[in-house]
């Protein structure tokens, strides 16, 4: 039972979803808002959100219906997100390792995907936050908006609408755990290229070799040669 449902306002689409899990047969059930009070990122981190101009959304998929381990299946959401905006903006986008979404060297979105159960059911919540009317932002910040990232001025509502579908369409037919990892790395943001981190508060440079199944990123570092990091072990500088 696929379905869509809409609010004015919310803290977290995260937290409210349970709201509108009604049946014990709900499936791929979404609930979205334009004004997101207290959205939640990855690892404690807080997702800010201007009102009316930006996407908050969350998708129920119920864990059954993924036979992938939980680091590949949070890369494919981020190959999904990927290929519906690089489809749409008809842009270069990349992810940024673990599931950020980049578009001309810009943070425009943040994945965020929790186990819950709920109805006696156990859950995928995919949480996404995407910027997409936004055009002022910190100036230290690496955020970007879709808007701002291409001059196209979107329609919110229909951009939820056709995401929504896209995504299911998606869902219902992930590859194997090779295609998967194949796609991640071929579209993960500054591969092979060289770059600046920061490790243990030190700055070096250091080169992306690829994202293994585990959920790990492994880097060529000019100290300490080929190393593997999990998420917060090191930061990338861009």
């Known amino acids: 039972m696929s379905e869509l449902f809409y609010r004015n306002a919310c803290s977290s689409t995260n937290d409210e979803i349970s709201d509108v899990l009604l049946y014990p047969q709900s499936n ?18 807080s997702w ?17 219906c993924i036979l992938h381990s939980d680091f590949l299946f949070n890369y494919y959401t981020a190959i999904a997100v990927q290929n519906y905006v690089a489809n749409l903006t008809e842009k270069i986008v990349k992810i940024k390792w673990p599931n950020d979404i980049i578009v001309g060297n810009k ?16 859950y995928f919540i995919i949480g996404i936050g995407i910027n997409i009317l936004q055009e ?15 001059g196209e001025r ?39 290229e060289i770059s600046v981190f920061e490790l243990n508060n030190i700055r070096q ?30 930061k990338l500088l861009y």
């Open 28 to 45: 791929f059930v979404g609930l979205y808002t334009f004004n997101q009070i207290k959205g939640r990122g990855q690892y404690g981190n």
């Open 48 to 64: 800010t959100s201007a009102a009316e101009q930006n996407l908050a959304y969350t998708l129920a998929v119920k864990t059954s």
């Open 107 to 122: 943070k425009v979105a943040g994945i965020l995907i929790e186990k819950k159960k709920i109805n006696q059911e156990n």
């Open 136 to 150: 002022k932002f910190d100036e230290i910040s690496n955020a970007g908006s879709l808007l701002t990232q291409t």
């Open 154 to 192: 979107l329609n919110l509502k229909q951009f939820t609408e056709n995401l929504h579908s896209f995504l299911i369409e998606k869902l219902n037919h992930i590859p194997n755990d090779d295609e998967i990892s194949a796609q991640f790395n071929l579209n993960l943001f500054r591969k092979d």
């Open 205 to 234: 440079n250091g080169i992306i070799k690829n994202a293994d199944e585990n959920g790990n990123i492994w880097i060529e570092l000019e100290e300490s040669g080929l190393q593997s990091f999990y998420h917060k072990e090191i």
